[in-house]
């Protein structure tokens, strides 16, 4: 990774964390550029800020929920892509079983700042 790419990845990661400890859509979408693509842990696609928000108005109303993310990978793909891999680990206290994901976000540089374009989770089991 290279300190650039790893300085906007952790910026970001910061935010989404924080945003996530409130299930705070508004917060949690401002973070997706205008024509997003999400895929969550649902089978939905979203689509665009609005979408992103949907999703999260839509999760349970968990207490005290956390994530944490590790096994972070990033990568400057041109002047303003960047990819981020990494297992998210989300703790729902007891209303929900732990879950960890593998996340990958396609990160773009839009209106003077960075935001995800394309937001993808998949299971960590092998699926074949």
């Known amino acids: 990774m290279n300190n650039e790419a790893d300085a906007i990845v952790s910026a970001i990661v910061a935010k989404w964390c924080a ?10 979408s401002s973070l997706y550029a205008r024509n ?11 689509r665009g800020r609005d979408g992103v928000a949907d ?5 349970p109303r968990w207490r005290s929920p956390s994530v944490r993310f590790s096994e972070v990978a990033a990568a400057q793909v041109a002047p303003d892509v960047i990819n981020m891999a990494a297992i998210a680990s ?23 700042g960075w935001k995800i374009a394309s937001h993808h989770v998949s299971s960590r089991a092998a699926l074949i």
Do not use: H
């Open 36 to 46: 997003a693509f999400f895929f969550g842990s649902n089978p939905n696609l979203y």
């Open 90 to 112: 989300f703790d729902l206290g007891e209303e929900a079983a732990p879950l960890s994901v593998k996340l990958t976000w396609v990160i773009v540089r839009e209106d003077d």
């Open 55 to 59: 999703y999260f108005n839509g999760l």
């Open 19 to 28: 945003g996530f400890a409130t299930l705070d859509a508004a917060a949690l």
